[in-house]
């Protein structure tokens, strides 16, 4: 059974940072691409951020450029996002995402297969 558990979310003032983990166990396969996607209320699921296998690809969702930077710990099966410069917009449930089909640069995509249950950040101004 596939489970991604996520930590690290929480209230911070605009300006400040957080950094998000993700664990994940039982993939049948050792090879495989992680993320994260965020959902703030009324409004659909974004891309944040995605990082192959090796950590040589990652990619950003345009409203995080500059901003948060994706990693991962593959002796820990563990990715991380690190989020800095945070402003009131960037509040959403954000949710930890595994393999599925990832190609990055121009016209670049993730399209996840298992999700997390997701963790809360709120920023306030």
């Known amino acids: 059974q596939v489970q991604l558990v996520e930590s690290g979310g929480g209230s911070v003032q605009a300006g400040g940072s957080l950094r998000l983990s993700c664990a994940a166990s039982g993939l049948p396969f050792p090879n495989y691409p992680m993320g994260w996607f965020r959902q703030a209320p009324g409004k659909e699921r974004e891309f944040v951020a995605a990082?192959?296998?090796?950590?040589?690809?990652?990619d950003y969702g345009d409203p995080v450029k500059g901003r948060f930077t994706i990693s991962r710990d593959n002796t820990k099966n563990t990715v991380y996002l690190e989020m800095d410069s945070l402003k009131p917009g960037d509040t959403a449930v954000y949710y930890c995402a595994a393999d599925g089909e990832y190609w990055s640069g121009t016209g670049g995509a993730y399209y996840p297969t298992y999700w997390g249950q997701g963790t809360q950040v709120t920023v306030s101004s």
């Open positions: 990082i192959s296998w090796s950590g040589d690809m990652t």
